[in-house]
């Protein structure tokens, strides 16, 4: 089985540039969430999905940051125009929405902007 | 609002000898979740251990146990016979019924094994 696959491992970019980070997650979960891990303020939750439709996108920074999920195989989170403080982990991650079942992360998204 | 809240930024452990990693949580939920994952240097996150609120036993996993205490709200992780590869951070997280579905994190703890 394979696991969530995130895309790419490490990007490296200019301030003021698009970035965008992909996340397939396994086939038959129905949740997806959009983490970002930082030594300041630890594991956050960006937005997360039911069905494809986002259900809570409160902890998404501003307006720079956006996320879609076309479909149940994959989902995009757009950062434009990226700023050096955005550089982080982003992990992906999903789960079938059943209480008590676990989280499933992707190996994440090393992100560096300069 | 929930909140989690891990107290110990980090630890030491003598090889082969227990731990435990404190968390307490907040949340006005009745029906709730309390997750461990660990996350090693190379940094992905690996799921340990599930407590449900309704969960009459704590919960084990081989080495690993969660001592359960409800009406303190706390939900502290306990490894036994710690080995080298324990070195990582660990992650308090949860989930309350009525939240949406959304995991929430502690801050961690950078546990360190010495051998």
């Known amino acids: 089985d394979a696991g969530v696959i995130q895309s790419p491992r490490h990007e490296v970019t200019e301030m003021g540039q698009e970035v965008t980070l992909r996340c397939k997650p396994i086939?038959?979960?129905?949740?997806l969430f959009w983490y970002r891990q930082t030594m300041m303020r630890g594991l956050e939750l960006l937005i997360y999905f039911n069905n494809n439709v986002p259900i809570d996108d409160s902890g998404m920074p501003e307006d720079r940051f956006s996320a879609k999920m076309p479909n149940a195989s994959f989902s995009t989170l757009k950062i434009q125009p990226s700023e050096p403080r955005d550089s982080a982990v982003y992990f992906c991650a999903s789960r079938r929405t059943v209480m008590g079942e676990k989280l499933f992360f992707g190996s994440g998204t090393q992100l560096s902007v300069l | 609002a929930q909140k989690i809240t891990q107290t110990q930024p980090g630890m030491f452990v003598q090889e082969k000898e227990a731990v435990t990693l404190d968390c307490t949580y907040d949340?006005?939920?009745?029906?709730?979740?309390l997750f461990w994952y660990k996350q090693p240097s190379s940094g992905e996150m690996i799921f340990l251990i599930y407590q449900g609120s309704y969960d009459e036993q704590n919960a084990t996993e081989g080495r690993y146990s969660l001592n359960f205490q409800k009406a303190r709200k706390s939900a502290n992780l306990v490894i036994s016979a710690s080995q080298l590869g324990d070195s990582a951070m660990y992650f308090c997280a949860m989930r309350g019924e009525n939240q949406g579905g959304k995991l929430i994190f502690g801050q961690g703890t950078e546990l360190s094994v010495k051998p």
């Open positions: 086939s038959g979960h129905n949740s």
């Open positions: 949340t006005s939920d009745q029906s709730y979740g």
